[in-house]
Nanobody, 122 residues
Framework: QVQLQESGPGLVKPSQTLSLTCTVS??????????WSWIRQPPGKGLEWMGA???????YYSPSLKSRTSISRDTSKNQFTLQLTSVTPEDTAVYYC??????????????WGQGTQVTVSA
């Protein structure tokens, strides 16, 4: 079974870069046809899809976050990474990595990480 695990700092200061890593086990991020996504949920709000990386390495981003978001991967470690620059307190959220045959909130996701809380505060 595929398992995903988020890791990274739980506290980030405003203007800094938020960096999270998703470690995948039980499956390869280079296996055909799967997208690997980052999704977040601010407190009291709904899920927000941020971006994804395809098995080929192609990336896709939410228009509202594209200017600040970068997703990359390390195939040797079976990991993919989120970087969100110039963070503000509005970026405080639970961050999830997930996987499925598509991307965006209109698509089902087969696998989810447990989520990790990230707080942006001075």
């Amino acid at each position: 079974q595929v398992q995903l695990q988020e890791s990274g700092p739980g506290l980030v200061k405003p203007s800094q870069t938020l960096s999270l890593t998703c470690t995948v086990s039980g499956g390869s991020i280079t296996t055909n046809s799967y997208y690997w996504s980052w999704i977040r949920q601010p407190p009291g709000k709904g899920l927000e899809w941020m971006g994804a990386i395809f098995y080929s390495g192609s990336t896709y981003y939410s228009p509202s976050l594209k200017s600040r978001t970068s997703i990359s991967r390390d195939t040797s470690k079976n990991q993919f990474t989120l970087q969100l620059t110039s963070v503000t307190p509005e970026d405080t959220a639970v961050y999830y990595c997930s996987s499925g045959r598509g991307y965006g909130l209109g698509s089902p996701y087969d696998y989810w990480g447990q989520g990790t809380q990230v707080t942006v505060s001075a």
